[in-house]
């Protein structure tokens, strides 16, 4: 009998195999069955040819709209692998019956110019030689109106991370002919995304410069690609031995890859890195290639949906600013945001269970996304009636606590009130200040409060958003505030202010505030997940987190010394969020000074330029927090 099932089990896992790969044939010729490919170089108003693959559906039974994404990181991966791999992501558009366009931005892969990094935008252009990623877009989408067979006159753009923020790009001094963008996961200010968090510099991104150098038709085989072995998995040891950031060697100079032919020279360039190292604040370097700034005057013939994750640890400033920003200056654009309980772009994910890290969130999120609202999106502005009617809400926001979503006329939600919790001793966080107290701890930068207890060798660590903060709770340089258990359910709704009153001994250090839901010690465990039944009892939750560079306190252009020992004001906005506190939980604030290696380490003594500090710069100092302290929270009544 017993071989008898062992053969029923072998048959039944080779019959489920064959499903899989028959399922995985079907995916990839999908494309070859039904739809031509076309690869041309469409020219710029200065003369500048752009790569661009075309896809058309070869029914042509009816006309169908260009959606299109440009990109920075080769549209090589539709290419030629296109036939012979699986439709790659967003294939729920292709299905839908569109014609999809992808395309080198100037500068990148096959395309030619020169790149630069987060081009700035030219205003009021006055020759054909001044171009952005504006006009390249504007010029594209003229080309393919004029030259794709069966288009229907209409385009949208859309596109995740660094294809996010060309889309949010094309929505400046838009062509007529685009009618919806979808910036999702978008970057809007390297100095607030991505590298930068409030002047902190994010350690592990320093691989990710690599991306951006000058690269062309880079082969994916090329040493480019592989991420440089730091001679020990362990990211904290690395960055703790190699000191302040000049002394690590960008990428290219860490991988030797001075071998590799670019655009503009035959050496890699790396400029970025070097912009990195030189301009620590604020300045020349980065303002320009804020986007945010340029977004008061989008037609309103663009309807723009803004996309993004909660939990999405590299672009979470990008896509809340650019959706505030395009709404309080067009009031009367059609413009919407969807946030969900996505690490950074998973709603484009096909995977049927939806995880940040080993917290699960639910079936389908994504797939339903993809399904119900961004194929809805693209449909109604690109083929229906293009009305402001379109059935979707304004804001689509999935509540991190009670797990499911909500729709709101506004975001952050009308029905909102501010409600203040102080920093009291005794780890108390309540809605009244307690006497005068104050609470010390030593910043040891040698022993900098690790930002996860799983820390692994990644390109950016973009799961630590939902870990475990148990860990941190228990370390003497972290301290914490928590309000009695909740005797019923505590909705936040928007952002949080931090506005803290602190002082140290030095004359510089990094304010990090956490928000933390802690589960009851009954909490029923996770079923689900890559650690199945991970034990939930008492799971400290982060729900949210930022770093304010103290020196940036009162200015990003100009930082300040601190006067040692002087109660000073140190005010950080931390993102939005939309998470239910439920009935038997408790809200746990964590305040401590270094986050590693996340971020850099600030030496605790004020010099000109952080990246460039000298060892001996690097003190221990003592912190102290006062119970003035307090964080605004934005309550759903
Ligand atoms: N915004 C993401 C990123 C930027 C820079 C370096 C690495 C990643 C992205 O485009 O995915």
Redesign the pocket.
Known sequence: RLILVLVLFVTACKDQEKTAKKADKAKSTYVKDNYDKQEVTIEMRDGIKLHTTIYSPKDKSQKYPILMMRTPYSCKPYGEDKFKTKIGPNSHLMKEGNIIVYQDVRGRWMSEGVYDNMRAYIPNKTDNTQVDESSDTYDTIDWLVKNVENNNGRVGTWGI??PGFYSTYSTIDAHPALKAASPQ?C?GDFFF???HHNGAFLLS?FR?VS??GTMKNVPKDSAWYKLPDLGTKDQYQFFLDAGPLSNLNSYFEYEKLDNVITSSSDKIDDVFWKEIIDHPNYDSVWKPKGLIQNLKNIKSSVATMVVGGFFDA??LYGPFETYKTIEKYNPDNYNTMVFGPWD??KWASSKAKNFVGNYYFGDSISLNFQRDVETKFFNHFLKGDGSKNSGLPEAYVFDSGRKKWSSYDSWPPANMTKQDMYLNANQELSTTKKGNTKETFVSDLKRPVPYSEDIKTVF?PRKYMTDDQRFAARRPDVMIYETEVFTEDFTLAGDILAKLKVATTGTDADWIVKVIDVHPHDAEEQKEGMQDHLAMSNYHLMVRSEVMRGRFRNSFENPEPFVPNQKTAVNIKLQDVYHTFKKGHKLQIQVQSTWFPLIDLNPQTFVPNIYKAKEEDFKNQTHTIFNDSKIEFSVLK
């Open positions: 991370s660094y996961a970057i995304d991505d590298f991104y990710a991306l951006f590299e672009d950074h772009g950016t």
